[in-house]
Nanobody, 115 residues
Framework: QVQLMESGGGLVQAGGSLRLSCAAS????????MGWYRQGPGKQREMVAL???????NYADSVKGRFTISRDNAKNTVYLQMNSLKPDDTAVYYC?????????WGQGTQVTVSS
């Protein structure tokens, strides 16, 4: 089993920045994909950004140029730096890890962007 603990959500004005962190613990394998999904009010959960243990990164088109994902393999931690935030970014952000044993989700952290 893998446990994921998110932190860093909150309330910010449009144009502001937030940094999310997610620390993984438990039966972590060296090869995995970690990243972030989000679910806004009345919307389906969507991928925001993913990074493999080898460093390959994928972003949703809606966040390219504004969000940056990074990963510290030694600390089993993934980060999401969010800049130029918009009200449409308001959502619960979920940390996600996928490895050959399965996929795991954090409990989510609320990000609210006011206009």
């Amino acid at each position: 089993q893998v446990q994921l603990m998110e932190s860093g959500g909150g309330l910010v004005q449009a144009g502001g920045s937030l940094r999310l962190s997610c620390a993984a613990s438990g039966s972590i394998l060296s090869v995995s994909t970690m990243g972030w999904y989000r679910q806004g009010p009345g919307k389906q959960r969507e991928m925001v950004a993913l990074v493999t243990s080898g460093g390959t990164i994928n972003y949703a088109d809606s966040v390219k140029g504004r969000f940056t994902i990074s990963r510290d393999n030694a600390k089993n931690t993934v980060y999401l730096q969010m800049n130029s935030l918009k009200p449409d970014d308001t959502a619960v952000y979920y940390c996600h890890q996928r490895q050959w044993t399965g996929q795991y989700w954090g409990q989510g952290t609320q990000v609210t962007v006011s206009s």
